[in-house]
């Protein structure tokens, strides 16, 4: 059983640097592939970005590529998510999920686990 809780959301400016963070009980995060994904109002929930279990590697969306970065720190059971030079299309209700057996998967039906969300809204 892993519970996530996310936090560091808030109001931004556009153009301005948010970072999330995904806190994970249990002695078993370590063995995840974590992802973020984010859900605006009226919009299906989208992928955003994912890191291996061992945090080798990572993958993003198209829209955050070189805006965000995914982090992870198996020490600390957390995974972060630094979201610079935010856009208004941003906004939105970001959640991690784990998966044990699907890394960068786009579909929430693969994760495992899921946060309750952290709120992020850029303003202009």
């Known amino acids: ?70 982090s992870r720190d198996n020490a600390k059971n957390t995974v972060y998510l630094q979201m610079n030079s935010l856009t208004l299309e941003d906004t939105a209700g970001y959640y991690c999920a784990a998966s044990q057996h699907h890394y960068a998967s786009r579909s929430p039906d693969e994760y495992d686990y899921w946060g309750q969300g952290t709120q992020v809204t850029v303003s202009s």
């Open 1 to 70: 059983q892993v519970q996530l809780v996310e936090s560091g959301g808030g109001l931004v400016q556009a153009g301005g640097s948010l970072r999330l963070s995904c806190a994970a009980s249990g002695r078993t995060f370590s063995t995840y592939h974590m992802s973020w994904f984010r859900q605006a109002p009226a919009k299906e929930r989208e992928f955003v970005a994912a890191i291996t279990w061992s945090g080798v590697s990572t993958f993003y969306t198209d829209s955050v590529k070189g805006r965000f970065t995914i």
